[in-house]
């Protein structure tokens, strides 16, 4: 029995997984490679068994064991497409019929190998919206995260990362999510999760992050003034454009829906605040308007 | 009218709408209540349209608004702009290459760290660094902006720099010209350039302003002849 159908129970650190690959099955005209690459949680170490070398992957965190089968890159054509489309409306059989083939096709190809990515992970997060488990989710290039504004400069704005929000596994199967693969921003039925950050904001522990003025909005970047964008205290949702130094992460609201989620008139003497337009919020209860980059809502 | 008014205190205004806030008068953002935050007189001026509310009062810490006329020491020159302080240990503000007369991207300005400049608040945002400009921006001249060269700074509270700067009745500098002759740019960030032909006529004129401020009015002539009499009579 290959390694990824195996069930296991639960994975301490130290404990050992599976091997770097193995040999699945056989027919007369291949033989299939299964490959296993570490993922979050699993390192791949080297061992020495009766004088001979070899390397297995390794937990080395608390969690349970994931296997997930990386897709082979195939750029999908416009009959891939079209197929989908009609399988939708095509009966179960037919379905099956389509599945077939497609398994036949992938089996006709030259590459033999099928890799499965290892991870470990806390089964209690699963599932959470908002988890502590930020050390293991880092930012990185693309990622959408919320942070606050902490000083604003004519140039730029500087904020402190306080929450990555994680890519959604669709619970129901993609029944309720709309859109392919991507999620509505704040809510939706494919709601995202949140990894929050622990460090405190003020040790300056938090990741900080600048919003060059350029960086603002898509339209128009030469005539951004920050000050009618931002102001210290609001909660922005932005994405990682680059890691930048070491120091600063460089994000980016010049999408639709990135921009000020949150924020209070008066720099957070008024009240809470909501967005009217992109670039406009009002405060209910006196009616005052301050401009912003707003994140469309929904 | 003119009361003495604590942080607080309700203001005399009768019109509720229209009310333009002036310096010491805060309106709270969630209650909307109008109320001064600062101790002093109470001002309140009214026109056909507004009232305009404010509390005169007295402060040495400068505060930047916008098209106050200060005297600014250059503390750091970058690639596009000038660092200025306008007071000590209160935050820079910054003075751009562009705001001087016939200023354009190739020829730079030509002051250095340690210069004074009369200038002009352009901007005041307070979450931002305060902006400063050497040019009128409506005219484009230098309408007596720029480098202040030579002469000395008295330093005096931010009360009595508006005193000397707004009230045409306050005797001091017509007095002051009858003994010295001598130019005077006045900040509203409490500093005042003086600048005489004659060094000891200079520090006299800065001595006296100094000493004034703490003074009524008319012990001004005896605080000119003694900070005269003493230097002039002094053997250098």
């Given amino acids: ?298 | 009218m003119d009361s003495l008014i604590l942080p607080g205190d309700k203001f005399h205004v009768e019109r509720q709408e229209n009310v333009v806030l002036g310096p010491g008068a805060y309106c709270d953002p969630k209650s909307q209540k109008l109320q001064p935050v600062n101790a002093g007189i109470e001002v309140s001026r009214e026109s056909k349209k507004n009232v305009f509310v404010h509390v005169e009062f007295n402060s040495k810490r400068y505060i930047p608004a916008v098209g106050d006329l200060v005297v600014g020491l250059i503390t750091g020159s970058y690639s596009d702009s000038y660092k200025v302080s306008l007071e000590s240990f209160s935050t820079p503000v910054t003075l751009s290459y562009m705001a001087f007369p016939n200023a354009s991207k190739k020829n730079r300005p030509t002051l250095k760290v340690g210069d004074l400049v009369y200038a002009r608040v352009a901007k005041a945002d307070k979450e931002l660094e305060a902006e400063i400009e050497c040019v009128d921006s409506t005219t484009g001249k230098d309408a007596g902006f720029g480098l202040l060269e030579g002469g000395n700074v008295a330093e005096v509270s931010l009360a009595y720099s508006r005193e000397l700067a707004f009230n045409s009745e306050y005797e001091l500098l017509p007095l002051l010209a009858k003994t010295a002759q001598f130019e005077v740019a006045i900040g509203i960030n409490g500093k005042v350039w003086i600048k005489c032909d004659d060094v000891r006529h200079a520090l006299a004129c800065k001595l006296t302003i100094e000493e004034c401020q703490h003074h009524k009015s008319a012990e001004h002539k005896s605080i000119i002849a003694k900070n005269f009499k003493s230097l002039l009579n002094s053997k250098d």
Wanted: with cysteine; net charge negative; charged share 25%.
């Fill in chain 1, 1 to 298: 029995m290959a390694f990824h159908a195996k069930n296991y129970p639960v994975a301490y650190p130290g404990q050992l997984l599976c091997p770097t690959f193995e040999l699945g099955e056989k027919t007369e005209t291949f033989q299939e490679i299964i490959r296993y690459v570490p993922g979050n949680g699993v390192t791949d170490e080297e061992y020495e068994v009766n004088g001979q070398k070899m390397r297995a992957l390794t937990a080395t965190v608390l969690g349970e064991v994931r296997f997930l089968e990386q897709v082979l890159q195939t750029v999908p054509t416009d009959e891939d497409q079209s197929k989908d489309e009609k399988d939708i409306g095509a009966s179960k059989a037919e379905l099956e019929q389509g599945k077939e083939e497609q398994e036949e096709e992938d089996k006709g190809e030259d590459n033999p190998e099928k890799v499965f990515i290892v991870t470990v992970a806390d089964s209690n997060l699963a599932g959470k919206h908002v988890t502590e488990d930020f050390a293991n989710n880092l930012p990185r290039e693309g990622s959408i995260v919320l942070a606050r504004i902490t000083r604003i400069s004519s140039q730029r704005a500087n904020v402190e990362i306080l929450a990555l929000e994680n890519k959604t596994i669709p619970v129901d199967s993609g029944v309720g999510s709309n859109g392919a693969g991507v999620t509505a921003p704040g809510g939706g039925s494919a709601a995202a999760t949140l990894s929050v950050s622990q460090a405190a904001a003020d040790l300056g522990e938090t990741f900080k992050g600048i919003i060059s003025a350029r960086d603002v909005r898509a339209t128009d970047r030469d005539r951004v003034k920050i000050m009618e964008s931002f102001r210290p205290g609001d909660i922005v949702r932005a994405q990682v454009i680059s890691l930048g130094d070491g120091s600063n992460y460089h994000l980016s609201t010049a999408r639709n829906d990135l921009g000020v989620v949150f924020a209070r008139a008066f720099n957070g003497a008024g009240g809470l605040m909501y967005a009217i337009d992109w670039q406009t919020m009002v405060a209910p209860n006196t009616g005052f308007m301050e401009s912003r980059k707003c994140a469309k809502p929904f």
